[in-house]
């Protein structure tokens, strides 16, 4: 069973930066991606971030390109996500997520309900 584990939430300033980590475990074939997304209170659930274990390509949503940066680990099954240039609208609890054999379409527009394994979340609260 794939398990997600994410860590690494905690209070910033504006402007500050952060790292997230999303421990990875459980999968059988190396071909899936890793998505970050994130939720704010009163509002959907938006997708960050993803990168594919088969090539390593990235993704970004406008909201955060150029200030957030995914990358991998494959040594340590574990999955980060850079964030620079916080901004109060960056608070919302982050989740990783996986999605199995992805094609580029899906890795492309990062939604919710293509990924089927989801971690408990990690809190970022950025302070003005």
């Known amino acids: 069973e794939v398990q997600l584990v994410e860590s690494g939430g905690v209070l910033v300033q504006a402007g500050g930066s952060l790292r997230l980590s999303c421990a990875a475990s459980g999968f059988v074939y190396d071909d899936y991606g890793i998505g970050w997304f994130r939720q704010a209170p009163g509002k959907e659930r938006e997708g960050i971030s993803c990168?594919?274990?088969?090539?390593?390509?990235?993704y970004y949503a406008d909201s955060v390109k150029g200030r957030f940066t995914i990358s991998s680990d494959n040594a340590k099954n574990t999955v980060y996500l850079q964030m620079n240039s916080l901004k109060p609208e960056d608070t919302a609890v982050y989740y990783c997520?996986?999605?199995?054999?992805?094609?580029?379409?899906?890795?492309?527009?990062?939604?919710?309900?293509?990924?089927?394994?989801w971690g408990q979340g990690t809190q970022v609260t950025v302070s003005s």
């Open positions: 997520a996986a999605v199995l054999f992805p094609r580029m379409a899906i890795m492309m527009r990062i939604r919710e309900y293509d990924y089927n394994y």
């Open positions: 990168i594919s274990s088969t090539d390593g390509r990235t």
